[in-house]
């Protein structure tokens, strides 16, 4: 994965700002959790604490040269993923008493004339 990189550094500053008995899923395509509208969602990385979701980030990058409309389309799938998620959490596909889960979707865009202009 293109995006190996940030993957250790979020890991790194969970690590030195989390909780005991933390652990940090990152391995690819094992990453799953359940959704409302799809049954379930991959995700790059996932904190866990006692076995209780506590964050779930999501690492995309683009390179040009259509950004405008790339970018478009990311930002509708960030949107549907957190409504897909947060719909199954609150329909108890995390069960009854499981706490809020923090969401993450990390956008990495090539820097480049096209990207940085209005």
Known sequence: MNMDGFLVIAQRLIEAN???ELQICVQQ???????????TKLWDM???HRGQLVAALEFKSQVGPSFGNN???RCEEAT???HDLWTA?????FGEDAPRPFLAWMMLLEDCPKSNSE
């Open 80 to 82: 549907g993923t957190a």
């Open 71 to 73: 970018f478009n389309n």
């Open 29 to 39: 395509r094992a990453l799953t959790l359940p959704g409302f509208y799809r049954p």
């Open 46 to 48: 996932l904190v866990m």
């Open 89 to 93: 959490y609150r329909e108890g596909a």
């Open 18 to 20: 989390g909780l005991h």
